[in-house]
């Protein structure tokens, strides 16, 4: 199970609208080994894609650089699917590569960017998807 702030959700689900019609992608890191989403890491699609994200390679290399010097590790890798639900593709299952980590997608399809969203989470593992349930919280 996913257990997020209501402030995190509710800056990812900003994220996605902001961008709406493009992806959105980004990011939230936490502890290492805790689990727990705390810093919010909003990225620029390098895609530019209605249909497709990509991380800049060189803010992806200083990013994991900077999770290794606060100690912490990617505790959600979120994006957003502007024409499809919320549910990883065959290209975002080949690209998952980080095992602890939840696959938040938020769907801004048929919304034009302004909701309701559909949110869910997932675990990729060998290219295995699993949805798991999303729990929303006021504060850890």
């Given at each position: 199970?996913?257990?997020?702030?209501?402030?995190?959700?509710?800056?990812?689900?900003?994220?996605?609208?902001?961008?709406?019609?493009?992806?959105?992608?980004?990011?939230?890191?936490?502890?290492?080994?805790?689990?727990?989403?705390?810093?919010?890491?909003?990225?620029?699609?390098?895609?530019?894609?209605?249909?497709?994200?990509?991380?800049?390679?060189?803010?992806?290399?200083?990013?994991?650089?900077?999770?290794?010097?606060?100690?912490?590790?990617?505790?959600?890798?979120?994006?957003?699917?502007?024409?499809?639900?919320?549910?990883?593709?065959?290209?975002?299952?080949?690209?998952?590569?980080?095992p602890g980590a939840h696959?938040?997608?938020?769907?801004?399809?048929?919304?034009?960017?302004a909701g309701p969203f559909?949110?869910?989470?997932?675990?990729?593992?060998?290219?295995?998807?699993?949805?798991e349930e999303v729990r929303?919280?006021?504060?850890?």
């Amino acid at each position: 199970m996913l257990t997020i702030s209501q402030a995190l959700y509710e800056k990812i689900v900003a994220h996605a609208r902001a961008d709406h019609p493009d992806e959105a992608c980004g990011m939230v890191a936490g502890p290492a080994g805790s689990g727990r989403p705390e810093r919010f890491i909003p990225m620029l699609n390098a895609a530019r894609s209605p249909t497709f994200y990509e991380f800049d390679s060189m803010d992806l290399l200083k990013l994991y650089r900077e999770l290794d010097d606060r100690d912490e590790e990617p505790v959600i890798i979120y994006h957003s699917h502007t024409a499809t639900e919320a549910y990883p593709s065959r290209t975002d299952i080949s690209y998952a590569n980080e095992p602890g980590a939840h696959y938040v997608l938020v769907s801004t399809a048929d919304t034009d960017g302004a909701g309701p969203f559909e949110f869910r989470s997932f675990r990729i593992l060998d290219g295995e998807v699993t949805e798991e349930e999303v729990r929303v919280v006021e504060a850890y």
